[in-house]
């Protein structure tokens, strides 16, 4: 006598989800939600671009008149309005950063605190607004300073522009999101700006070379990334005259050896301060 035995089919063990892939689809979402909170009317669109107008079309067409009437108008009004992005990118990263706090204090920040979602995915999400209204504003004062007469020059070399351009307002806001938890008062924030913008862009060669201040200045101004950031701007889009703004720093005498050190220690200080500001973020969010 036999006996017959059933072997029934083992049961398929579900894999659980990728934490790292689960992160990444969030990033989107959060993209969209601070994109929709950033630009709630059309005047919060619209006033963002005073500014690069402003700049593009009254602010450096005058320093210019003043500072250097006659042949050399051109070149300086190109030197000043290129430089106006050595302070829209940190002033509209850093404001980014305060809407953060209001979010944290007034929003739904908390909510999104609890949910099912690592902590980096806000942050990631927060970043990749910030950079999206920055280049638009970059965009808005390099086409509206063109059509005012500065005298750009694109090609190939415009890709360390765009390159510069980008890692320069990842860092800005990388550091923007350690100082929302460090100094989550906004009153106490917007004291900071000052320091962490606009300062550095008087050092940085945005209104004279580096080499006309004093050596020990000097020498301050060539570890801000903001003096990288501009002599990378010049050398992508102003042609030949760009690669003065990089001898400055480096001294060299190879332009690409000189713009991928620049770029280096742009990515080197993006890499630290998105570390820093996941790092803060995440144990504030646990705390």
Known sequence: MTTATATMPAATERRPANPAAKAVRAVPTLTKRR???????????????AAPVLFALVIAPALANAVAPGPGRTAYMTFIALSTAG?????NCLFSGLGVIVDRQQGAMRELMVAPIRRSSIVFGNLVAAVI???????????????RGANYTFGVRTLWFVGAALVFSILMYG??????????????????????AIIPFFLAGSLFPITAMPAWLAAVAKVLP?????????????GPAGVSALHNIW????????ALLSMAVLV???LVFVNGAIRLFTKAGTS
């Open 87 to 91: 302070l829209l990118i940190p002033m």
């Open 35 to 49: 994109l929709q909170l950033s630009l709630q009317s059309p005047r919060a669109v619209l006033v963002p671009l």
């Open 133 to 147: 209204l920055t280049a638009f504003q970059v965009v808005v004062l390099v086409v509206a300073s063109d059509l």
């Open 251 to 258: 001294g060299l005498h190879d332009a690409t050896t000189m």
């Open 268 to 270: 080197l200080y993006a």
């Open 175 to 196: 550091l923007a999101e350690i100082l929302t938890v460090r100094m989550p008062s906004p009153v106490e924030y917007m004291g900071a700006v000052p320091a962490m």
């Open 226 to 238: 903001v003096t990288q950031a501009l002599a990378l701007f010049r050398y992508g889009i102003t």
